[in-house]
Each structure stands twice: as C-alpha cells, then as structure tokens.
C-alpha cells in the first residue's frame, strides 16, 4: 500500500505563489512517476503537471506552462509544485498521484487511468 499525503494549499491573491509538496510513503521499493492534478467544482479531474521517476522529463498543460513548476525532492517520492503567478482560475483543489508501474525512467503519464494511489488533496483558491 502506498500513501499519498499533500500539502501547501491556501488562500492567496491573483499574481501571487504557493508551493505544493507532495509524500508517498509505504510500500515504496523505488521511486514513481508523479503527477499534480486539479478539480474545479463541477469539472474534471485534469493533469496540471507530472515528472518521470527519474525527474529528467516533465509534462505541464498549456495553460500553466511557464508559471508553474513541477520538481522532485531529496527524498524518494516526494515531488513539489511550485505555482507562480496565479490567477483566479487556478483556483481548485490540488491532488498529487503516484504511478507505480514499471514504467521507462523518462515516461510522463498523461492520463488520470495511469495513476493508481492518490492523495486527499489540497484547497488552493486565488482572489482577484
């Protein structure tokens, strides 16, 4: 079993940052492709941004790309987003996912099916 736990969320006004940071523990022999998501109410859950296991290969949506940042920690399994410049609809809860298939060190899963532990997410709402 693998536990998935994020944090970093908050209130914060349009143009402003927050940094997620994301900890799979558990059963965890190596480390996973990660991958940030978020949900608005009444949408879907979509991809934000994932990184390979190696951390050598990133994946961002169009609609963030060069404000937000997704990094692996020190410690195995934990990733961070970093998210500069926010704007109102960025507001949504964040969740962080493991994807633990053996999969090719550079591999970026896209899609929600390829994750299998999830985190409990997390409340970020920008102001404007």
């Known amino acids: 079993q693998v536990h998935v736990v994020e944090s970093g969320g908050g209130l914060v006004q349009a143009g402003g940052s927050l940094r997620l940071s994301c900890a799979a523990s558990g059963r965890t022999f190596r480390s996973y492709a990660m991958g940030w998501f978020r949900q608005a109410p009444g949408k879907e859950r979509d991809l934000v941004a994932c990184i390979s296991w190696s951390g050598t290969d990133t994946y961002y949506t169009d609609s963030v790309k060069g404000r937000f940042t997704i990094s692996r920690g020190n410690a195995k399994n934990t990733v961070y987003l970093q998210m500069n410049s926010l704007k109102p609809e960025d507001t949504a809860v964040y969740y962080c996912?493991?994807?633990?298939?053996?999969?090719?060190?550079?591999?970026?899963?896209?899609?929600?099916?390829?994750?299998?532990?999830w985190g409990q997410g997390t409340q970020v709402t920008v102001s404007s």
């Open positions: 996912a493991a994807d633990t298939s053996d999969v090719a060190a550079r591999y970026v899963p896209r899609f929600r099916d390829e994750y299998d532990y």
